[in-house]
C-alpha cells in the first residue's frame, strides 16, 4: 500500500538559512508527487508537484523539490527562508490508477523560523 | 479560474445537535470532490470523496456522512454530532490529479 512518512515533526531554522524538509514514499510506480503548505487556521495550497518529467521541480514561493527514484524521496527545498514561510508542510501521493484522485498525505512538518 | 467555497468558517455546536457543512466549486466541471478532518495537532484523514453526482465513497466509518446533490456542490452531514468530531474540516477539489482547497470550517463541539 502507498504510504508517506516526513519524518520531521518539527523543524526550526533561522531566516535567510536554507531549508529542506524530508519526504519519503511508497509506492509500487511512478508515482504522483505533491508538496502543500498550511497556515494556521487556512486551508491547503500547493506548493508544486511532480508527475514526470524533469526531476528538479520548481514551485511557488521560491520553493523546488527533487524526486530521487533510487531513495524513494521527494524532499523540499527552499535556498533562504523568509519568516512569513513558517507554516505546515504536507507531502502527499497519488493513491494511483482508478482511486478517484485520492491523496496519501505524511503527518507534516511544522516550520518554525527564528529572527 | 477555479475556486472553492465553504461555509460556515467557524461552528460551535452542542453534543447530539445536527451538522450540516457545504462546499461548492467554481468555474470548472465535474470534478472529484472530497472532505478531510484535522484534529488538533494531527494530520488530514480523508473522510469521503465523490467522483460524481450521488457518487459517495466513505474512507472511514464514523459519525459522519456525505452527499453530492449537484455537480460542484458537496455536503457534510451528521444527525447527531459527538466530542470526537471536533476539528478543522477541509473540501477539496480536483481535476486531472491534482487537488485544491478550500479555506476550511473550524467545528467545535461541546
Known amino acids: 500500500a502507498q504510504s508517506v512518512t516526513q519524518p520531521d515533526i518539527h523543524i526550526t531554522v533561522s531566516e535567510g538559512a536554507s531549508l529542506e524538509l524530508r519526504c519519503n514514499y511508497s509506492?509500487?510506480?511512478?508515482?504522483?508527487l505533491f508538496w502543500y503548505v498550511q497556515s494556521p487556521g487556512q486551508g491547503l495550497q500547493l506548493l508544486l508537484k511532480y508527475f514526470s518529467g524533469d526531476t528538479l521541480v520548481q514551485g511557488i514561493k521560491g520553493f523546488e523539490a527533487e524526486f530521487k527514484r533510487s531513495q524513494s524521496s521527494f524532499n523540499l527545498r527552499k535556498p533562504s527562508v523568509h519568516w512569513s514561510d513558517a507554516a505546515e508542510y504536507f507531502c502527499?501521493?497519488?493513491?494511483?490508477?482508478?482511486?478517484?484522485?485520492?491523496?496519501?498525505f505524511g503527518q507534516g512538518t511544522e516550520l518554525s523560523v527564528k529572527p | 479560474s477555479q475556486t472553492i467555497h465553504q461555509w460556515p468558517a467557524t461552528l460551535v455546536q452542542p453534543v447530539g445537535s445536527p451538522l450540516s457543512l457545504e462546499c461548492t466549486v467554481e468555474?470548472?466541471?465535474?470534478?472529484?470532490l472530497y472532505w478531510y478532518r484535522q484534529a488538533a495537532g494531527r494530520g488530514l484523514q480523508l473522510l469521503f470523496y465523490s467522483v460524481g453526482i450521488g457518487q459517495i465513497s466513505s474512507e472511514v466509518p464514523q459519525n459522519l456522512s456525505a452527499s453530492r446533490p449537484q455537480d460542484r456542490q458537496f455536503i457534510l452531514s451528521s444527525k447527531k454530532l459527538l466530542l470526537s468530531d471536533s476539528g478543522f474540516y477541509l473540501c477539496?477539489?480536483?481535476?486531472?490529479?491534482?487537488?485544491?482547497f478550500g479555506p476550511g470550517t473550524r467545528l467545535t463541539v461541546l
Open positions: 468555474g470548472t466541471s465535474n470534478p472529484n
Open positions: 477539496a477539489w480536483s481535476v486531472s490529479d491534482t487537488q485544491y
Open positions: 509506492y509500487g510506480a511512478t508515482p504522483y
Open positions: 502527499a501521493v497519488g493513491a494511483g490508477y482508478n482511486q478517484g484522485g485520492k491523496l496519501i
